[in-house]
């Protein structure tokens, strides 16, 4: 398992952040931290686009490293979709549905009617579910992106 880790910690802190208006977007580390901290409410390796237990606490989150913008539904569902960029997160489409171009974001309507759920990889889930490696991702998340 500690190959896992090192090569999880790898992507997690590879993240290809967004850019809005000249301001980079934290979003996606701050969406990941949101699972992190609900892994316990989720229960299984599907992340439904209405968890509100993740939604909330990625408001919580945003709202403190992201205290210029303010916050709307559409914060959430940009990191939801686009961490799909990612290797270790997926989205799960239902069947016959053509997945949507990563260039702009769907609306959660959109996203609701097409798609089943999101998930991580599977060795990345089970790491997930032990307190330290939890504390582990979370803090070296913490150290990458939000304290500067």
């Keep these: 398992m500690d190959s896992y880790l090192a090569i999880y910690t790898d992507m997690l802190l590879s993240l ?5 208006r000249g301001f980079v977007s934290l979003s996606k ?9 609900s892994i316990e409410a989720i229960g299984s390796n599907r992340i439904y686009i209405d968890n509100l237990v993740i939604e ?10 992201q205290g210029d ?15 799909a960029n990612s ?3 997926h989205l799960i489409w239902k069947d016959k549905v ?3 171009s990563m260039s702009s974001t769907p609306s959660a309507k959109y996203l609701r009617e097409h798609l089943q759920y999101a998930k991580l990889d599977d060795e990345l ?13 979370r803090r070296n998340i913490i150290n990458r992106y939000l304290l500067k």
Excluded: S
């Design 98 to 100: 053509k997945p949507p």
């Design 69 to 83: 913008f303010v916050y709307t539904r559409a914060a959430y569902i940009a990191p939801f979709f686009h961490l």
């Design 87 to 89: 290797e270790f997160y």
């Design 29 to 37: 580390p701050l969406y990941v931290l949101a699972i992190i901290d």
């Design 16 to 20: 290809q952040l967004g850019n809005y």
């Design 56 to 65: 909330q606490q990625f408001k919580k989150l945003y709202q403190r490293f």
């Design 125 to 137: 889930w089970g790491l997930l579910q032990d307190d330290d490696n939890r504390e582990y991702f």
